[in-house]
């Protein structure tokens, strides 16, 4: 069993930044692969950026790539997702997900554990 935590969501303005932090516990952290996913009103849940557990591979969706970064801190349990540039099509409802088998896709429905989600929203 895995227990993932998000912070660090909030309201803030387009072009400034946010780090979003997941804390996990339970089972041996630098196993699992793990990603940030969003949902926004009427839309389905995306991958935003996933890093894999077995070599650390970074995947990221092409509307965040060069603005997000996601890392990881194996000693901590915890993997972050600075996001800088925001834009208001950025505001959703973000989770943190791992999984012991997630592949080269960062899908949904590549990850068993979900955090109750953080919600981030971006003001013109």
């Known amino acids: 069993q895995v227990q993932l935590v998000e912070s660090g969501g909030g309201l803030v303005q387009a072009g400034v930044s946010l780090r979003l932090s997941c804390a996990a516990s339970?089972?041996?952290?630098?196993?699992?692969?793990m990603g940030w996913f969003r949902q926004a009103p009427g839309k389905e849940r995306e991958g935003v950026s996933c890093?894999?557990?077995?070599?650390?591979?970074?995947l990221y969706a092409d509307s965040v790539k060069g603005r997000f970064t996601i890392s990881r801190d194996n000693a901590k349990n915890t993997v972050d997702l600075h996001m800088s540039s925001l834009k208001p099509e950025d505001t959703a409802i973000y989770y943190c997900a791992a999984d012991a088998g997630a592949t080269w896709y960062c899908s949904p429905q590549e990850y068993y554990y979900w955090g109750q989600g953080t919600q981030v929203t971006v003001s013109s």
């Open positions: 890093i894999l557990g077995d070599d650390g591979t970074t």
């Open positions: 339970g089972r041996t952290f630098s196993d699992y692969s």
